[in-house]
C-alpha cells in the first residue's frame, strides 16, 4: 500500500516461504526400466535439518543428487527460493560421503576449494577456510594432507570445505558411514552445535534411523522399488543443553522403535 | 656415533645393528642388492661355464676404457639424438592423445585403436617395412622409438583420466567449477601418477627401441658399439656397452619419478 515503506524495506516486498526447497514430480529412471524415484514431492524449509531416511535402494542419494544438481531427473523440477535449477548452484553446497577430497592438496587449500573455483584471492581464501576449518575442531591441521587425518578428520574437512562457501542449503550425503562409531557420535554432537551458530538449511541423506532421529527436525522416509515417500515425522525433541542427554530422551528412544516398526516391512 | 655402542654391545648385536641399519635405509637396501648382484655376476664368471662371458670387474675395466678413449661418448652422441627426438614426440602426442580420449568420448573411438594396434604389434617385425619407407637415416630411428614408446604413454595417460575418482569430479561440479577447471585442478593432478607410471614404462620401451633401430637398422652409436665388440670378440666391452644403456635407462626412470613427486604429488614428499 505504502509505496515508501516498501522501498524502505524490500524484505517485505516479497513473499518469505518457509521453504527453501520444493521438489516437485520428481521421477528418474535408470538404465532403461529400473525406477529409482516415482513421483517425489517435498519441501524443505528454510533453517531445518531434514533427512532422507530408506533402506539402501530408496533412492535417497539418487534424489539428494537431484536436488544438488548433479544428476537430472527424467522428470519433475526443483526450485530453490522458488527459481527452477538445472544443475549446482552457490546457494547449494554439499559433503560427500566419500569425503571427496584431493589427497595431493592440504587442509586448508581442499577446504578453500569452493572459493578458489570461485577465484577468490588466495589470502582471502585462506581466510575464510581457516575460520571453518577451526570451526569443525581441526585447527592446528592446516598444512596436513588427507592421507595423514582420520576417516572423522577428513570429513570434517569436507565439512568445512561447504561451510566455507556460505551457501545456504547443506546436502549431506551419509556423511557419516564411512566413519567409525565412537567419531560418528562425536560428530553428530558436534553437527548440534553447528547447528546453532550457522543458521543454514540442511538436508541429510543416512540409512541409521538412530541418527535421523537424534538429528532431525523432519525425517521424510522413503521406500524402495520404487523409491517413494512414505511417510513424514517430525520429532518434537529439545536440543539445547546436553547433547549426550537427548540419546536417553524418551521422545527419541520411542521414535526410534516407530519409525523401526514402519521400515521392518521394506526390509528383506 | 656406532663406535660407541659397540663399545658396550655384545658382538651379535654387531651385525644386526648393522642390518638393522640397512633395512632403515631403502638406498642402502639398493646398494645392498646391486653388490650382490654384481657379485653374483662376477663369481658366475669366474666358474668359467662360457669364455664369452666377462666378469663385472672385467666389465667395469672395459667400459672405464671405453669412457677414457671418448669412444663411449661419441656413440651415446649418436645415439641420444634419435632417442630424445622420439621421446619427445611420443610424450608430446602420447600425453596430449591419451588425455584428449580420456576426456572425450569421439577422440577416445577415433583414436585409441590406433594406440592398441601399435601396442600389439610386434615391433622387429616392422622394422624391416620402416626401413623400406624411411630408410637407414635419423628418421627411421626416430620412428622406432616413437612406435616403442608412444602407445604406452597414451593408453596409460587414457587410462589414467578414466581412472579419476568419479566423485571428486563431481565435488568439483558442485562447487560450480568449470570444465576447464575440473580438468587443471582435478582431473590432471589426480591422473598425474598412473599417467607418469606410463611415461616411465614409455621412457624405458624407448631405450628398447633405439638400441634395436641401431642393432636391425644400422649399426650406429651405441647399437654399433655392442655389434661392433661383438664381431671382434672383445666381450667385456661388448657388455659394458649393454651394461652402460641399461644403467642410463634405469637412472632416466628414477629421475622421471623424482620430476613427479616434485611436480605434482607435495603430499609424497611429506610423508618421505
Redesign the interface.
Known amino acids: 500500500m505504502n509505496m515508501t515503506r516498501q522501498t524502505a524495506d524490500p524484505a517485505s516486498a516479497r513473499p518469505v516461504s518457509p521453504a527453501i526447497i520444493e521438489v516437485d514430480g520428481i521421477n528418474k529412471v535408470y538404465a532403461g526400466d529400473v525406477v529409482a524415484l516415482k513421483d517425489i514431492h517435498l519441501e524443505f524449509n528454510r533453517g531445518e535439518l531434514t533427512s532422507l531416511l530408506g533402506p539402501s535402494g530408496c533412492g535417497k542419494t539418487t534424489l539428494l543428487?537431484i536436488i544438488?544438481?548433479?544428476l537430472e531427473p527424467n522428470s519433475g523440477e526443483v526450485r530453490v527460493n522458488g527459481q527452477p535449477v538445472s544443475?549446482?548452484?552457490?546457494e547449494?553446497?554439499?559433503v560427500?560421503?566419500?569425503f571427496?577430497l584431493?589427497?595431493?592438496?592440504?587442509v586448508l587449500r581442499n577446504a578453500a576449494?569452493?572459493l578458489?573455483?570461485?577465484g577468490m584471492a588466495k589470502a582471502e581464501r585462506e581466510d575464510r577456510a581457516r575460520h571453518y576449518i577451526s570451526e569443525v575442531g581441526l585447527e592446528g591441521f592446516e598444512e596436513k594432507?588427507?592421507?595423514?587425518l582420520s576417516g572423522g578428520m577428513r570429513q570434517r574437512v569436507g565439512l568445512a570445505?561447504a561451510l566455507a562457501?556460505d551457501a545456504d542449503v547443506l546436502m549431506m550425503d551419509e556423511p557419516f558411514s564411512a566413519v567409525d562409531e565412537q567419531t560418528r557420535r562425536k560428530f553428530q554432537e558436534d553437527l548440534i552445535r553447528l547447528r546453532e551458530i550457522e543458521k543454514k538449511t540442511f538436508i541429510l541423506v543416512t540409512h541409521s534411523i538412530e541418527e535421523a532421529v537424534y538429528l532431525s527436525d523432519r525425517i521424510v522416509m522413503l521406500s524402495p522399488r520404487p523409491g517413494r515417500v512414505s511417510q513424514i515425522v517430525t520429532p518434537k525433541i529439545d536440543r539445547h543443553g546436553d547433547p549426550e542427554a537427548i540419546r536417553r530422551n524418551t521422545e527419541y528412544l520411542d521414535l526410534i522403535d516407530e519409525i523401526w516398526a514402519n521400515l521392518k516391512g521394506y526390509v528383506e | 656415533m656406532p663406535s660407541d655402542h659397540s663399545a658396550n654391545a655384545p658382538i651379535a648385536g654387531v651385525t644386526s645393528r648393522w642390518a638393522g641399519a640397512v633395512t632403515d635405509s631403502p638406498l642402502a637396501l639398493k646398494v645392498l642388492s646391486l653388490a650382490l648382484l654384481f657379485a653374483v655376476w662376477e663369481l658366475a664368471a669366474r666358474t668359467n661355464f662360457n669364455w664369452a662371458f666377462p666378469g663385472f670387474l672385467d666389465t667395469m675395466a672395459a667400459l672405464w676404457e671405453m669412457i677414457a678413449d671418448g669412444s663411449m661418448g661419441a656413440a651415446y652422441l649418436r645415439t641420444l639424438e634419435p632417442l630424445l627426438i622420439g621421446l619427445a614426440i611420443s610424450l608430446g602426442i602420447g600425453v596430449t592423445a591419451g588425455v584428449a580420449m580420456g576426456l572425450r568420448n569421439d577422440v577416445e573411438w577415433l583414436t585409441l585403436p590406433i594406440f592398441i594396434t601399435m601396442q600389439a604389434a610386434p615391433m622387429a617385425a616392422l622394422i624391416p617395412l620402416i626401413t623400406f619407407v624411411y630408410g637407414i637415416g635419423l628418421a627411421s630411428k626416430v620412428l622406432a622409438v616413437c612406435m616403442l614408446a608412444m602407445p604406452v604413454i597414451a593408453i596409460n595417460s587414457y587410462k589414467a583420466v578414466r581412472n579419476v575418482?568419479p566423485?571428486?569430479l563431481?565435488?568439483?561440479?558442485?562447487?560450480?567449477?568449470?570444465r576447464r577447471?575440473q580438468i587443471f585442478?582435478?582431473i590432471l593432478?589426480?591422473a598425474s601418477p598412473m599417467m607418469f607410471a606410463g611415461i616411465r614404462l614409455g621412457v624405458a620401451e624407448g631405450f628398447s627401441g633405439v638400441v634395436l633401430a641401431e642393432l636391425l637398422i644400422t649399426p650406429t652409436g651405441i647399437g654399433d658399439l655392442i655389434s661392433f665388440n661383438r664381431s671382434v670378440a672383445k666381450f667385456a666391452h661388448m657388455y659394458a656397452a649393454i651394461f652402460s644403456i641399461v644403467a642410463l635407462a634405469v637412472i632416466t626412470v628414477s629421475l622421471l619419478h623424482r620430476l613427479e613427486v616434485t611436480l605434482?604429488?607435495?603430499?609424497k614428499r611429506?610423508?618421505t
Open positions: 543428487k544438488a544438481g548433479l544443475g549446482p548452484g552457490r547449494r553446497a554439499f560427500f560421503q566419500d571427496a584431493m589427497p595431493w592438496a592440504t576449494f569452493g578458489e573455483v570461485q594432507y588427507p592421507h595423514e570445505r562457501v | 575418482s566423485s571428486l563431481d565435488m568439483s561440479r558442485s562447487f560450480m567449477g568449470s577447471q585442478m582435478i593432478p589426480a605434482f604429488r607435495p603430499e611429506a610423508s
